[in-house]
């Protein structure tokens, strides 16, 4: 799997091997960038070299960033065609033939989104992504911080799959009860808790409120300091009651006034400090002093 590296914790594979526990433990600030949306044919549909140069462009300027970043997460919709219709099997190899590029120091963190999985995935669809990117549910631990990647298309729609529903909320119980050790908790999904605010209207871009909620209330609850997700292709997101929701916009296809980027965050033993960068910016400057100094 593309996604493999030493201090996974996987879901399907917990075998010591593949679990590095000097992880765990706290050892000073790091950073790491979240990505999302490359979306491949989002733009023009039967035609994706414009999101295949700006994932490109994507890699170039994270390869060059000194000191390295821990990983880089790509946190869904990692391309546009839906499973099992056309374009998608040229776009699943072209977006990895870019992503290859990154420096092998830097590890790749995938997250499923409602375009890799289908927006009421079944079994046969959530198998296709595993085989492609990797486990659509894991944890893994860094640097003493404690790291969730979630399948959010089964909290919005498991219609067709509920048996992989209950199996992800089993399993992330189990991870929220033990969350207590880690410095800080972080969260990966696709799909925002909310855009703005928690109490918003349910629509195409957030959870429903009720299943929003209860998520917040949990991990509320085990700590969680902050939930990064995509989805929405504009920057957006809120800090409500400890909890910080970070909305990121795309590598792609941006539907705001936003423009194609990723976000450098920065964890320090007391906080959480991250801030969205322009590619081309990131690329001739790198990422800012001021976030620099906190390493």
């Known amino acids: 799997s593309f996604n493999l590296f030493l201090f996974f914790l996987r879901k399907k594979n917990t075998s010591m091997k593949y679990t ?20 491949l044919g989002l733009m023009k549909g039967d035609e994706w070299q414009e999101e295949v140069e700006l994932t490109k462009l994507a890699v170039e300027a994270v390869n060059q960033l000194r000191p390295r970043p821990r990983f880089m997460v790509l946190c869904g919709d990692l391309v546009h065609a839906m499973p099992d ?9 072209d977006l990895k033939a870019v992503l290859k590029g990154t420096d092998p120091s830097i590890p790749l963190v995938f997250v499923s989104g409602n375009h890799d999985l289908g927006n009421t995935p079944t079994p046969r669809t959530v198998e296709q992504y ?21 399948n959010s298309q089964l909290f919005y729609d498991a219609s067709g799959c509920p048996q992989l529903k209950e199996a992800q909320e089993t399993w992330l119980e189990e991870q929220l009860s033990r969350a207590s050790s880690s410095t800080h908790v972080l969260v990966f999904q696709h799909i925002p808790l909310y855009l703005k605010t928690p109490d918003e209207e349910d629509n195409y871009f957030n959870l429903q409120r009720e299943v929003r909620q209860t998520l917040i209330e949990r991990f509320k609850k085990a700590g969680v300091t902050a939930v990064f997700s995509g989805h929405c292709h504009r920057n957006a997101g ?34 959480v400090v991250h801030r969205y960068h322009r590619l081309q910016q990131l690329k001739e400057r790198g990422m800012d002093h001021d976030l620099t100094e906190l390493l």
């Open 20 to 39: 590095n526990y000097a992880e765990r433990e706290w050892t000073g600030p790091f950073y790491f960038i979240q990505a999302a949306d490359p979306q």
């Open 130 to 150: 595993c085989s492609a990117w990797g486990d659509d549910f894991f944890s893994f631990w860094v640097g003493g911080v404690l790291c969730l990647v979630l």
């Open 85 to 93: 219709t056309p374009f998608r099997e040229g776009q699943e190899r």
């Open 238 to 271: 809120g800090c409500h009651g400890g909890l910080d929701m970070v909305v990121s916009s795309a590598i792609g296809c941006q539907l705001g006034e936003d423009t194609h980027g990723v976000r450098v965050v920065v964890v320090t033993e007391d906080k």
